[in-house]
């Protein structure tokens, strides 16, 4: 049956509604990379890593796009890259400021980095009205990924997700990356997390150095956070909390950030917040040196001679 103008405009909007959100985390700058690697060229058609994220979530329903980037790269990415997606999905922007901060609360003297995820998801509360995924801009999830936390973000229920990836699989043979290291039960719901920032091989399996001494060795079987979160607007109030008791602590510091690993692993402790765990068969790899560059091409290269993408993802 025809619907009319109107009516096929209320339908829209209500199916816009009821579909989630993708907020994509992409402030950063990529220091230790060298470059702003969020549009990298590595796909055939010269796509970046965050074009196959966005083009994975518009398949598996999310129906807005939110990317949190900073002032000072505004112009660049959104005419390389967000200029691909306007058009074909609603797409929004916000800011995160060193300055964003709760009342009380003021930058101190010689401080110039933001501070850290939870702030970064924090800066999206004004534009999110449904359940959403927030995920970093230059990592690559895989599209069963997004089919997996959709089908959850879409099911009613009130529980957080993490998609869950195996540590040895997630790291770099060009240096240390961070991770967040996750404690699992066996109904497959979270029971703790723990950052590290350093975790290097060791062989088929991990271990770490912290910049505070403390050392720690993996199987590098362990299931580990790679910011790929679903959440419900309800998560914004409790960041918030948990970002003020952050500041409290560490207000002077030049330094310190508050990690979103961290903060969803405080939920869990204090507040018996239940984040499930989805298993997926979705591929992780990302680019956090220079060096990774070439592999990843590589990996994508293989995935549309494979069939999986398209060659030119935006016609």
């Known amino acids: 049956m025809r619907c009319d103008i109107v009516s096929c405009q209320v ?21 230790r990379y060298g470059g702003l690697k969020q549009i990298e060229p590595v796909g055939p058609s010269g796509e970046a890593i965050l074009d196959y994220s966005v083009f994975d979530a518009l398949r598996a329903g999310f129906g807005k796009i939110v990317f949190v980037i900073r002032r000072d790269i505004e112009e660049a990415f959104r005419s390389v890259i967000g200029s691909r997606y306007e058009g074909r999905v609603d797409v929004e922007y916000v800011f995160q400021e060193l300055s964003d901060l709760p009342s009380g609360y003021t930058v101190p003297e010689g401080r110039t980095k933001p501070w850290g995820t939870v702030q970064a998801v924090l ?22 990924s997004f089919r997996v936390l959709a089908a959850h973000l879409q099911s009613g229920s009130p529980d957080y997700a993490l998609i869950g990836y195996t540590l040895r699989n997630t790291l770099s043979p060009h240096g240390s990356v961070a991770r967040g290291v996750c404690e699992v039960n066996a ?34 079987n362990e299931p580990v956070s790679m910011n790929y979160w679903g959440f419900t607007p309800q998560v914004f109030p409790q960041l918030e909390a948990i970002f003020e008791n952050f500041l409290a602590a560490n207000h002077a510091s030049l330094k310190a950030e508050c990690y979103l690993p961290n903060a969803i692993g405080d939920l869990v402790k204090a507040d018996g917040a239940k984040v499930h765990v989805l298993p997926t068969s979705g591929t992780w790899f990302g680019v956090t040196y220079r060096e990774d560059h070439l592999q990843v091409v590589e990996a994508i290269a293989a995935l549309v001679h494979s069939g999986a993408y398209p060659e030119k993802l935006w016609q």
């Open 123 to 144: 800066a999206a509360k004004n534009a999110i009205k449904t359940p959403f995924a927030a995920l970093n801009a230059d990592d690559f999830y895989g599209a069963d």
């Open 187 to 220: 109904k497959g719901y979270l029971q703790a997390i723990t950052e590290y920032t350093a975790i290097v091989p060791d062989g088929n399996a991990a271990q770490t150095v912290e910049s505070s001494g403390q050392s720690a060795h993996f199987t590098g």
């Open 11 to 31: 339908r829209h909007i209500e199916l816009t509604m009821k579909a989630p959100t993708l907020l994509v985390l992409a402030a950063g700058m990529g220091s």
